[in-house]
């Protein structure tokens, strides 16, 4: 087993015996601890009483959080003519039809969003086993197909952030910067889990939240008190 540098070590031992802490004692934690030479993100995972297999207990959506996320997100988007037109004037890095189709099914993905017009998704459809896999498919329900190019793209940029619950029922998304300020990162991680919360199927039964926890990037994870993370 590789040893652990000093560093490391030291950080795994400040959160040794920690947990359920709340949210501003969790945050203080892991920001004093994000040591790596890069701005890390300040990562979220909430693990849910849900089976997504089941159409009637996945859990989707999407949040604004309001502080924004720290990152710049590059976007695609799918559409012709004035639409095309728009989303480059709010700022999408990407914009085609056929040939941002076949760019993708050539394995370029340069971007972190996807939009699409309605009119163009029978085209769109044919990445879903590239996209899918990547939760980077186009969809109504969090606002991804649209005729709105703008808006979309714009709320991409300004802090909006997409989430699903994975095969384990797991939840998990990127809340803010180490670098940002204490109170900042407070405000989006409950703005995120009370999104969540509102996502609950209607098939979830028993404990819908089970654990939520953050960490940094490359840091070790501390577990949340529940009733703090969902306090207004």
């Not at 993708?104 to 939009?115: A, E, K, S, Y």
């Not at 086993?129 to 329900?141: A, E, S, V």
């Not at 709320?155 to 619950?165: L, P, S, T």
């Not at 939840?171 to 300020?181: I, L, R, T, Y």
Request: hydrophobic share 45%; proline share 5%.
């Amino acid at each position: 087993m590789a040893k652990l540098g000093k560093k490391k070590a030291a950080g795994r031992a400040a959160f040794e015996g920690k947990s359920q802490m709340p949210v501003e004692d969790a945050v203080q934690l892991v920001k004093a601890n994000a040591t790596a030479n890069f701005d890390e993100t300040v990562e979220i995972a909430m693990n849910l009483g849900v089976d997504p297999r089941h159409a009637d207990q996945m859990v989707r959506g999407v949040v604004k959080l309001p502080n924004g996320t720290g990152r710049d997100v590059r976007v695609a988007v799918f559409a012709r003519g004035a639409k095309a037109d728009e989303a480059k004037a709010a700022g999408a890095e990407v914009v085609g039809a056929e040939d941002l189709m076949e760019s993708i099914q050539g394995g370029t993905i340069d971007f972190d969003r996807c939009i699409a017009t309605p009119d163009m998704m029978p085209l769109v459809g044919r990445l879903g086993k590239i996209l899918g896999p990547r939760n980077l498919m186009p969809n109504p329900k969090v606002g991804t197909v649209t005729m709105d190019v703008k808006s979309a793209v714009e709320a991409a940029k300004g802090g909006e952030v997409q989430f699903k619950a994975e095969k384990a029922g797991v939840v998990h998304a990127g809340v803010g910067k180490a670098s940002f300020e204490p109170e900042k990162l407070a405000q989006n991680i409950r703005a995120f889990v009370e999104a969540v919360n509102r996502a609950k199927p209607a098939g979830a039964k028993g404990t819908y939240m089970k654990k939520v926890s953050i960490s940094s990037t490359m840091g070790p994870g501390v577990s949340l008190d529940l009733a703090s993370a969902t306090q207004a």
